[in-house]
């Protein structure tokens, strides 16, 4: 895509965001107001329930916003080099899996370095983590593993899920691909801009018992 239509783009995207946000707070603030003047006692559990509604499509279309505006916007990364299994073990930490779901860890990479970005790294992995979950509609169990292969640590994260779609195999990191019925199917396609402004790499492979998906990094000396 030429500059000038990534700026445009860029542009547009900047505006809607801005234009959009603001109904989404008065929204917000409206269904507060509705909230505090019902009380917390004696709520019609119907109201109640699309009170939480509204609450939770207001966080949901937020974040849409905010990953149209991540994606379009220049992205400059501030790394420094760190052990991987660390920053692995922290972005982990960090990752709320539904109740359904078990992560299962094995680190491997030892004291192995990598240049890395931990905020962008753990923004990335939880895309890919989100993708996993919700290919097994969450529950079951992703097994994830590091290591060092040719001169690169990696990161790999397995799922139970049906594999991935051949309609979207060959177009799976870019912007906007997504076989499921909502999302704007930018949760990979940020993973993989996170991980190239530090010279990572991220792949996919299908198999009959689910999906791998390897992160990787020059590994420091």
Do not use: C, W
């Amino acid at each position: 895509m030429a500059d000038d239509q990534s700026d445009l783009i860029g542009r547009i995207a900047s505006v809607l965001g801005h234009e959009l946000r603001n109904p989404l707070a008065v929204i917000n603030n409206s269904a507060y107001f509705v909230r505090a003047k019902l009380g917390s006692a004696g709520v019609d559990p119907k109201v109640e329930k699309h009170l939480k509604i509204i609450e939770s499509e207001i966080t949901r279309a937020d974040g849409l916003i905010g990953d149209i505006l991540t994606y379009v916007r220049p992205y400059e990364a501030s790394a420094e080099t760190k052990v991987f299994d660390a920053v692995v073990k922290s972005a982990l930490a960090a990752y709320e899996a539904p109740k359904g779901v078990k992560l299962e860890v094995k680190l491997g990479a030892k004291d192995a370095k990598a240049k890395v970005d931990s905020k962008s790294f753990s923004e990335a992995l939880k895309r890919v983590l989100d993708n996993a979950v919700d290919a097994m509609d969450s529950k079951g169990t992703v097994k994830i593993a590091t290591g060092i292969e040719s001169a690169r640590v990696f990161i790999s994260i397995v799922d139970a899920g049906p594999g991935v779609d051949s309609k979207v195999k060959n177009t799976l990191f870019d912007p906007f691909v997504t076989s499921k019925p909502r999302g704007l199917g930018l949760g990979l396609a940020l993973a993989k801009k996170f991980l190239s402004a530090v010279g990572g790499e991220i792949t996919a492979e299908s198999n009959s018992k689910g999906a791998t998906f390897r992160i990787t990094l020059p590994q420091e000396r």
